[in-house]
């Protein structure tokens, strides 16, 4: 699938997204936390959803914020830090953000600052709209591997949660063929 038909496939936030309000927000800055050099705008947001495949529950809300700050790798020194400033300053003011979805962002932050994908809050994926999210995905390193292998532990843990109850599509073969 390309991307700009992945993009029609896109409906309304019902509210402003997690990650956007989350940049606004007065706590986090008044708590000297700056979670992006630049703000993230509604497309950058919905092309971050569909590439690391995730849609607006709240799980994967957690993920993608997860996954969107650890892609920038500077949380390694202060990840314990900025654990406790969210969890201080945050995460009371978003009453759905419960024990599995703080387990959820941590993953996704986990697992963003071990792939090799480039800063999500830096791509411009306006030149990307006539590629596939495949070669989309291998340009700015997101691991489809990794991201598939995190959904399926989720289901695991959390079968009850409406983000995991999506079906998987069938693993790609990526073996080299000769």
């Known amino acids: 699938m390309l991307l700009c038909q992945a993009l029609?496939?896109?409906?309304?936030h019902p509210g402003k997204p997690l990650l956007l309000r989350l940049a606004d927000m007065r706590a986090v800055k008044?708590?000297?936390?700056?979670?992006?050099?630049?703000?993230?705008?509604?497309?950058?947001?919905?092309?971050?959803?569909?590439?690391?495949?995730?849609?607006?529950?709240?799980?994967?809300?957690?993920?993608?914020?997860?996954?969107?700050?650890?892609?920038?790798k500077k949380v390694h020194d202060r990840e314990e830090h900025w654990h406790?400033?969210?969890k201080r300053h945050v995460?009371?003011?978003?009453?759905?953000?419960a024990g599995q979805e703080?387990?959820?962002?941590?993953?996704?932050?986990r697992l963003a600052y071990i792939s090799n994908c480039m800063a999500l809050d830096q791509c411009?994926?306006?030149?990307?709209?006539?590629?596939?999210?495949?070669?989309?995905?291998?340009?700015?390193?997101v691991e489809s591997e990794l991201l598939r292998t995190c959904y399926e532990l989720e289901t695991r843990?959390?079968?009850?949660?409406?983000?995991?109850?999506?079906?998987?599509?069938?693993?790609?073969?990526?073996?080299c063929q000769s």
């Open 102 to 109: 703080i387990a959820v962002c941590r993953n996704g932050l």
């Open 124 to 141: 411009d994926f306006s030149t990307w709209f006539d590629h596939s999210l495949h070669d989309i995905r291998a340009a700015i390193g």
């Open 84 to 86: 406790a400033m969210l």
């Open 157 to 175: 843990r959390y079968p009850a949660c409406m983000a995991s109850q999506r079906l998987l599509p069938p693993m790609r073969n990526t073996a």
């Open 91 to 97: 995460y009371p003011h978003i009453p759905q953000f």
């Open 30 to 72: 008044e708590a000297g936390v700056e979670l992006f050099p630049k703000p993230l705008d509604q497309l950058q947001l919905d092309c971050i959803h569909i590439l690391l495949g995730r849609g607006l529950h709240v799980m994967d809300e957690a993920f993608v914020l997860g996954f969107t700050v650890g892609s920038i």
């Open 8 to 12: 029609e496939t896109v409906v309304e």
